[in-house]
Every structure is written in C-alpha cells, then in structure tokens.
C-alpha cells in the first residue's frame, strides 16, 4: 500500500522530535489507492468533504470524491475524528502535486522512512502546501525548523515549486542554496 504521513506530522518525522502541538493527523495515498485504505480501517467511518465544515459518508458521496482532496476518518462510536486522508493525484508510480498537476516526481522520491519504517512525506513537499498558509505562526515555525536542515537539492526544489506556484512568495527571499 503507498500511503504516507502528511503535513506537521510529517515535518516532526523529518525533524525526528514532537517540534509542535498538532490539532490533528494527516496521510496522503495516491487518489486511486483510497478503498486500500478504507478496507485497511473497516472499523472506522470515512466521509467525503462536502462544504464548509461539512463531511458526509463515503458511501452516500463517492459522487463527490472530486469535489476536493480530502476525506476525514472518524470512529462511529465516540464520533470523534481520528486522521484525514489526502488523495493525491498520481500517474502510476508518480505523484502528481495537486496545485499544478505540472509538477511530478517518482513516488521513491516523495516519501522518506523513519528509521522504523513510518513513511512521511519529504518536507520539502510538505513546505510546499504549508506555504498557502505562510501566515499561521505553526507554518511560518515549521519553515523556519526545517530549511536549515534540507539538503542544497532539496532546497532548490523547494524554490522551483514555490516559484511556480506561488510566485513572490515571502519564502523565496529566505531560503539560501550553498554552494
């Protein structure tokens, strides 16, 4: 199964440390591989994201799974939400960046394993969906923890994405590639 951890979770991995509170968790799996993971979790309830705050079971939406990249995981019997679940679009073996379907790389180049085996997104794929919201101080800490940490390739392929993405964004000034 290819599924990874997203987002903060994935930048704590990267960091190896618990760098920041988290309100929840988040694994992103290839669009096409979602039931892999439903069937992995008979016991929970997915539900499609159908507006503002809004979730309806997957059962009763599978129509509207296009409709965004998210689907949230709760446990029926406490209600309480346990992870949410990022389709990502993909070509086969390569993942496809869901703001600019332009932007690919090889699945064994977006994902990284702790040295237990957890697979997580790399962080600077992760910065890259961070940088939307800039503005929130957990992203902004998040940027400012992890960018001296990332190798000189990792880093240009932050500022390319970036560039093409979010042209002007505050974060182009301030990431350094040596040598």
Known sequence: MRWYVAAGWAIDLF????HREH????????NDRLDEIVSAFPELEFCVITGPQE????ADARDRLSDTHQTWVREPET???RFDVFREPSDGDTWLCRRDETIR?????????????TPYCRPEIALLFKAKHAHRDRD???????????E?????????????IHPGHQWLARIEIPG
């Not at 960091?15 to 618990?18: A, C, I, R, T, Y």
């Not at 902004?140 to 990332?150: G, K």
């Open 105 to 117: 790389l090889p699945y064994d180049q977006v994902i990284e394993r702790t040295d237990d085996g």
């Open 152 to 164: 000189p390739e990792s880093r240009q392929w932050l500022v390319d994405a970036l560039a093409q």
């Open 55 to 58: 979730a309806t079971p997957l």
């Open 15 to 18: 960091l190896g440390s618990d």
């Open 23 to 30: 309100e929840d968790l988040e694994i992103a799996v290839p």
């Open 79 to 81: 209600e309480l939400w």
């Open 140 to 150: 902004q800490n998040d940027f400012e923890a992890v960018v001296p940490l990332l």
